[in-house]
Nanobody, 122 residues
Framework: QVQLVESGGGSVQAGGSLRLSCAAS?????MAWFRQTPEKGREGVAA????????YYVDSVKGRFTISQDNAKNTLYLQMNSLQPEDTAMYYC??????????????????WGQGTQVTVSS
């Protein structure tokens, strides 16, 4: 069982920034950030392979969001810049990717945090 605890969400105006953190009880393999809204469902945002730092982003956040990690602290981060109202969502950290599934597929991960809310106002 991997425990994940997200933090760092909040309310900002469009153009602002937030940094999300995810503290993990175990830290290995692919780790990812997802977001969810009632309208769009759960969407993969970014992922990182903890072994070599390879990253992957959904097109809508490229150039604005950066996923990073601190292996010594077992912590995953998501730096979000130039936030827009459409980025408003509950953001989740995920761990333990199932082999063979697309890196940002919602069903690709076994463990999930409780989520942290991000609200961007125009």
């Amino acid at each position: 069982q991997v425990q994940l605890v997200e933090s760092g969400g909040g309310s900002v105006q469009a153009g602002g920034s937030l940094r999300l953190s995810c503290a993990a009880s175990e830290y290995s393999g692919w780790m990812a950030w997802f977001r969810q809204t009632p309208e769009k469902g759960r969407e993969g945002v970014a992922a990182v392979y903890t072994g070599n730092g390879d990253t992957y982003y959904v097109d809508s956040v490229k150039g604005r969001f950066t996923i990073s990690q601190d292996n010594a602290k077992n912590t995953l981060y998501l730096q979000m810049n130039s936030l827009q109202p459409e980025d408003t969502a509950m953001y989740y950290c995920a761990a333990r990717r199932r082999g063979g599934l697309y890196i940002l597929a919602p069903d690709a991960y076994v463990y999930w945090g409780q989520g942290t809310q991000v609200t961007v106002s125009s």
